[in-house]
C-alpha cells in the first residue's frame, strides 16, 4: 500500500518531468535513465519510475527498449492537427470575448499582453509562455463553459511544447505581442468578426513559424522530430 508520502513523491517526479519535457528541457527522443534522473532531482528511483509510467500514460514519454523511457517524439502532423483544434476553440472563444467582454477583463487582457513584454525584456521566455497561456486561457474561461475549460486544460498541456518551440523562430515572441494587442483592440471594439480574423491571424503564424523550423532544418537539433505527413 502506498504511503501518502510515496504518492506525494510520485506526484512531484510527474509535475517536474512534465515541466522539463513542455519546456523542451528535455527533448524530443531524448533517452530518460531512471538513476540519472533520481539522482537529480533528489529523489529515489521508486518515484521517478512510476512518474514516467504515468507520463507515458498521458503521452509524453515513449517505451524504449530495453524498458527505458524516452520523450515522446513531435511530428509536424501533431503540430497540424493540434493547430486545427486550436483554431476551431480559440476562433469561437475570440468571438465571445468581442461581444460580451466588459472593461475589467479588457484590462486583464492588457495586462497579460503587458506582462508578456516585459518578458521578452527581461528574456525570461519561461514568464513568457505562462502569460500567454494565461491569455488565451481567460479567453476560453470568459465563455462560463466549464467542459470547454477542461478540454482546453488537457489540451494546453500538448500546446505548451509548440510554444516553446517558438522561440527558435526569428521575432515571434515580438510578433505575438503585437498580435495579442490586436486581437485586444478588435475585442474593445466589440467587433467579434475582426477579433477571430485578428486571432485566426495569431495561430496561422505560430503554425507557420513552426512549420518552417520543420523545412529549414532547425529542428534536427532536437533528434526527435519528423516531417512525417
Do not use: W
Not at 107 to 114: D, K, P
Not at 185 to 197: C, H, L, T, V, W
Amino acid at each position: 500500500m502506498k504511503t501518502n508520502a510515496s504518492v506525494s513523491l510520485t506526484k512531484q517526479a510527474y509535475q517536474t518531468l512534465k515541466e522539463r519535457i513542455m519546456r523542451l528541457q528535455l527533448r524530443p527522443g531524448e533517452l530518460l535513465m531512471v538513476q540519472p534522473l533520481a539522482k537529480d532531482m533528489g529523489l529515489s528511483r521508486t518515484p521517478v519510475r512510476e512518474a514516467l509510467i504515468r507520463l507515458e500514460r498521458d503521452g509524453f514519454v515513449e517505451e524504449a527498449e530495453g524498458k527505458k523511457f524516452r520523450v515522446s517524439e513531435l511530428s509536424l502532423t501533431d503540430i497540424i492537427e493540434i493547430h486545427e483544434i486550436r483554431e476551431l476553440i480559440e476562433l469561437h472563444t475570440v468571438r465571445n470575448a468581442a461581444l460580451n467582454c466588459g472593461a475589467d477583463q479588457l484590462t486583464e487582457l492588457s495586462v497579460f499582453t503587458a506582462l508578456m513584454e516585459e518578458a521578452v525584456a527581461k528574456n525570461d521566455h519561461i514568464a513568457f509562455f505562462q502569460q500567454d497561456m494565461a491569455f488565451h486561457a481567460r479567453l476560453v474561461n470568459y465563455c462560463g463553459n466549464q467542459t470547454l475549460e477542461n478540454l482546453v486544460f488537457q489540451l494546453n498541456e500538448k500546446i505548451q511544447r509548440i510554444r516553446h518551440l517558438t522561440t527558435f523562430v526569428y521575432h515571434r515572441l515580438e510578433d505575438t505581442i503585437g498580435e495579442h494587442e490586436a486581437i485586444v483592440n478588435s475585442i474593445e471594439k466589440g467587433d467579434s468578426e475582426r477579433a477571430a480574423q485578428a486571432m485566426k491571424y495569431h495561430l496561422d503564424q505560430v503554425r507557420n513559424g513552426v512549420i518552417k523550423l520543420f523545412e529549414d532544418g532547425t529542428m534536427n537539433f532536437f533528434g526527435g522530430v519528423n516531417l512525417e505527413k
